[in-house]
């Protein structure tokens, strides 16, 4: 579910002072993401869709979250085939 080893080189790259902001701004910023797919979703064009998938599936890569970054990816294909995830 998580991959603790990239969790852990990211707080060597950025510290672990700085980590604790780091986390702090990936759930606000996935936090917002959500909402807005939740709220627009339907007005969203599949492109619009997509690149959110695309940026929540970074978000949770790069923090080591592995299921939600494959979901998110699930996500980001399906919209770019035309299809619902």
């Known amino acids: ?3 603790w080893q990239q969790a852990r080189q990211l707080q060597q790259d950025v510290g672990k ?9 990936f759930l606000s910023e996935v936090d917002e993401a959500i909402e807005t797919l939740q709220k627009t979703y339907d007005e969203m064009s599949a492109s619009d869709r997509s690149a959110a998938f ?7 890569s790069n923090l080591g979250f592995q299921a939600f970054g494959v979901q998110c990816g699930q996500g980001e294909e399906a919209t770019k085939s035309g299809q619902e995830p």
């Open 17 to 25: 002072d700085e980590m604790v902001e780091v986390v702090e701004l």
């Open 1 to 3: 579910m998580i991959d």
């Open 54 to 60: 695309h940026f929540l599936k970074g978000c949770a």
